[in-house]
T-cell receptor, first 117, second 112 residues
Framework: NAGVTQTPKFRVLKTGQSMTLLCAQD?????MYWYRQDPGMGLRLIHY???????AKGEVPDGYNVSRLKKQNFLLGLESAAPSQTSVYFC????????????????FGPGTRLTVL | KQEVTQIPAALSVPEGENLVLNCSFTDSAIYNLQWFRQDPGKGLTSLLL?????REQTSGRLNASLDKSSGRSTLYIAASQPGDSATYLC???????????FGPGTRLSVLP
């Protein structure tokens, strides 16, 4: 199993450009998450998905869109990149939180380092 | 709003010492708590997951405890090694949603 993979690993954008980050997991997990990690701010949730075809906003969703067309993939889009979106982006997946006693451990990808000039 | 804090922010110890990292959260209505380690420039690696109904979990030299009522968790590392040097983060999953809230982390250095 590859676990959680992210592409690309690094990217430099100019202000106003768009791009899509891809997250893939091969663990058949129901839930997937996108976080950003900034110095002094810690990890913050951008968007998440509780299943194929569903998405929901996290703590810092503005400026980002997501899609979960396939269970194993979760895409994060930046329509018009801004310097404030310079960050390291992490994708994570977990099994399910439904029902008492369900196991819901998060597994993380290696991250994408994005710089917006 | 749930807030998670970790004390200390940084810790430096000689090899072989036992140590405790602390995590506190403000809202006790959590579903679970997870401890991670993060090496510089890398992703997060899960260490231990404690369900809200549990009081502790152990894996090798690591032991994590959870006291929901007081909003605290501790990560105990026995016989520390230089390879344990990393940032340790705790995260709580809130009951009424799928939101994980992370602490800022404790940066641990174990000196040979």
């Amino acid at each position: 199993n590859a676990g959680v993979t992210q592409t690309p690993k690094f990217r430099v954008l100019k202000t106003g450009q768009s791009m899509t980050l891809l997250c893939a997991q091969d663990m058949n997990h129901e839930y997937m998450y996108w976080y950003r990690q900034d110095p002094g701010m810690g990890l913050r949730l951008i968007h998440y998905s509780v299943g194929e075809g569903t998405t929901a906003k996290g703590e810092v969703p503005d400026g980002y869109n997501v899609s979960r067309l396939k269970k194993q993939n979760f895409l994060l889009g930046l329509e018009s990149a801004a310097p404030s979106q310079t960050s390291v982006y992490f994708c994570a997946s977990s099994f399910t939180a439904v029902g008492g006693g369900s196991y819901n451990e998060q597994f993380f990808g290696p991250g994408t380092r994005l710089t917006v000039l | 709003k749930q807030e998670v804090t970790q004390i200390p922010a940084a810790l430096s110890v000689p090899e072989g010492e036992n140590l405790v990292l602390n995590c506190s959260f403000t809202d006790s209505a959590i579903y679970n708590l997870q401890w991670f380690r993060q090496d510089p420039g890398k992703g997060l690696t899960s260490l231990l997951l404690i369900q809200s109904s549990q009081r502790e979990q152990t894996s090798g030299r690591l032991n994590a405890s959870l006291d929901k009522s007081s909003g605290r968790s501790t990560l105990y590392i026995a016989a520390s090694q230089p390879g344990d040097s990393a940032t340790y983060l705790c995260a709580v999953m809130e009951n009424y949603g799928q939101n994980f809230v992370f602490g800022p982390g404790t940066r641990l250095s174990v000196l040979p």
